[in-house]
């Protein structure tokens, strides 16, 4: 089990640009997975962004390709995710979790089917 901390977030303007990020304890992040997913009012959580230091495989949601990118600074135990020309639909409550040995793109499609460990949330408002 992890501990994952979020910081990031606020209201900002379309086509705007924020940083999310999200510090990771408790392990390593040689053998996780680890992803962004967002949960937006009505509707259901998503999976936008994972990676996997597992299988070095990466997946984006379509929305979001060529506008969001997920790093991952191993050194430090820290993720991020940034996110360019946002758009109003983006508002939502951004969250980050952590799996072991897990493809990326399973993890975002499919995170429902497995235990995670989640960070407290963070909410990004995309408003003029």
């Known amino acids: 089990q992890v501990q994952l901390a979020q910081s990031g977030g606020g209201l900002v303007p379309p086509g705007g640009s924020l940083k999310l990020s999200c510090a990771v304890s408790?392990?390593?992040?040689?053998?996780?997975?680890i992803g962004w997913f967002r949960q937006a009012p009505g509707k259901e959580r998503e999976g936008i962004s994972c990676?996997?230091?597992?299988?070095?495989?990466?997946f984006y949601m379509n929305s979001v390709k060529g506008r969001f990118t997920l790093s991952i600074d191993n050194a430090k135990n820290t993720v991020f995710l940034q996110l360019n020309s946002l758009k109003p639909e983006d508002t939502a409550v951004y969250y980050c979790?952590?799996?072991?040995?897990?493809?990326?793109?399973?993890?975002?499609?499919?995170?429902?089917?497995?235990?995670?460990?989640w960070g407290k949330g963070t909410l990004v408002t995309v408003s003029s």
């Open positions: 408790g392990s390593a992040l040689d053998s996780y997975a």
């Open positions: 979790a952590a799996v072991r040995l897990l493809n990326a793109q399973v993890m975002c499609e499919e995170y429902y089917n497995y235990a995670m460990d």
């Open positions: 990676a996997s230091n597992s299988d070095k495989s990466t």
